[in-house]
C-alpha cells in the first residue's frame, strides 16, 4: 500500500492536471458548493461557477466535465426546469461528462424529482440507510484507470447519502462499494458506531428512534457508478470525495476527474474563453471561516453582512448553550435527534463566508453587494423563530422521542411549518433565506476571483 499522503494531498497528485477549468453547478449547494471549490483549490483544478440560469442558457457547452455538489435534488431540478435538463441531457450525449456527489448524484437519477438522465433510481427509504455519516471504507475497482496508485480499500466520506437502484440488465460500473469497515466518527443518527459495542441491538435501537440504523444496510452496496449515455459519462457518488482532510477520497478526485477530462471528446481548452473570471489564488473554507469582524469603520454593505452573520453566530451559541448540538467539523454542527442542525449550521457557514469575502471586496474597492438590508432582516427573523422552535424541541425531548417532521404540539407544527415547511428538502423562510444566499454568495464568489482577493 503506498504511504498515507497528508491533509493536503501529496503535490505529485495534482501537479500533472492540464485540462480545461470545469464547471461546478452551483445552484442551491450551500455549504457543498464551498467544499466542492475548496477540494479544488486544493487539488490545483481550475474551476468555473455556473447557475442554473447559465445551464439554460446554454453556457454549459464551453466546457468537458460538470460537477455537481450536494443538496436537495428536488430544489436543483426546479431550478433548471425542463430547459436545464434538456440541456445537461444534450451536453453529456455529446460527449460532456457529469460528476455528481450525493444530492448531486441523487440529480441525476430516474426517481423523481431528478432529471431522468440514468435509468437508475433511489433505493426506497424504507430499506436504505438514510441516517448515516462519518468516514467508511470503501473498495474500488482496481482495473479502471480511477483507481490508479490508490489501494484497493480506502477510507472516504459519506453526509447522509440515499443509496443507489440498479436495474438488472443497466450497464452500470460499481465503481466503489461499501465495506463493514468504519471510521471512529462514523454516525447513524446521533449515534457513534464505536461507542455501542459489538453486542449492539440494532432492531430494538431502530424501534426506538424509528428509523433505519443497522450498517448491515449498506454493505457491499454501490457507492460510486459510472454509466454511459451516449458518447459521454456520468459518475455518481453518495462518497463525498471533496471532503477536507480525506486524503485518499480527494485523491480519487483528482483521478476521477482526469479521467472524465482524457475521455470526453470535446476541444481542449475551450473554457479558458468563459468571461467569470479565474481565481488567482484559491478559495479555501477555512481561512474564510477564520475571518473576523472589520471592526467599526463599517459601509452600509458590512453592516448588514456581519449583522447577519452575528444573529447566526448567536443562534449557534444558544443551540450549544441548551445542549443541542456541537461542531463536528468546523463546517458542519453534530445535533441531537429531532431537531435540524444542519440548517443552522449551514447557515452560520454561508454568512461567515460572505462576510469575509465582502470584507476583502472592499478592502480592494469592489461594489456593494446586492440584498444585504434584505438579508439582515431576514436572518434576525429566522433566528428569533429558531430559538423559539429549539426551547420547545428541547423541553419535549425531555420527555418523549422527538422527530423533525410530523404532529407535535401547536406550537411546535406552526413555527416548524413558518421555518422549514413540511418536508426535509426545507421550505419556508429556511427556503426563502437560503435562495437569497444562494444568489449572493455566488455573486461575491465570481466577484472575489475577479479581484484575486481569495487566496
Known sequence: MP???????????????????????????????????????????????????????????AFRVLIVPGGWAAHKACALGDTGRARIARFIDEGGSYLGFCGGAGLALSSPPALNLVPIKRMPLSRRLPSASGRVYVCGMPSHSAWENIPDQIPVSIWWPSQFLVPTGCEALRLASYTRRQGEDFQVADLR??????????????????????????????????VRRGKGALILSYAHLETPGDSWGNRLLVNILQYLDNTSPGPRGRAAAITFGKSKGGFFLNDLLAGGDPGENRTASLCGVFGAKRAARELIAFGQANLLWDWRKPWLLNWRRGIRGFEYGALFVCLACMAELERRSRQVGGGP????????????????????????????????????????????????VTLFGEKMNHGGLCAALFDLIDRMLLALIREAMQEGTIA
Not at 433505519?212 to 457507492?223: S, T, V
Open 3 to 61: 504511504h498515507a499522503p497528508n491533509s493536503r494531498l501529496d503535490t505529485g497528485a495534482v501537479s500533472c492536471w492540464d485540462g480545461p477549468p470545469v464547471a461546478i453547478l452551483w445552484t442551491h449547494s450551500l455549504v457543498w458548493g464551498l467544499l466542492c471549490l475548496d477540494a479544488l483549490s486544493v487539488l490545483g483544478i481550475p474551476f468555473r461557477l455556473l447557475s442554473a440560469s447559465d445551464v439554460c442558457e446554454g453556457r454549459l457547452e
Open 193 to 226: 458506531v464505536r461507542d455501542l459495542g459489538a453486542a449492539v441491538g440494532w432492531a430494538e435501537l431502530e424501534r426506538v428512534y424509528g428509523i433505519n440504523l443497522d450498517p448491515a444496510r449498506i454493505y457491499g452496496e454501490p457507492a460510486i457508478i459510472e
Open 369 to 416: 453587494v446586492e440584498g444585504v438590508e434584505r438579508l439582515e432582516q431576514m436572518t434576525l427573523k429566522f433566528c428569533g423563530l429558531a430559538r423559539r422552535l429549539l426551547f420547545e424541541e428541547k423541553l419535549i425531548s425531555e420527555t418523549t422521542t422527538l422527530s423533525k417532521i410530523g404532529k407535535v404540539n401547536e406550537t411546535v407544527d406552526s413555527l416548524r
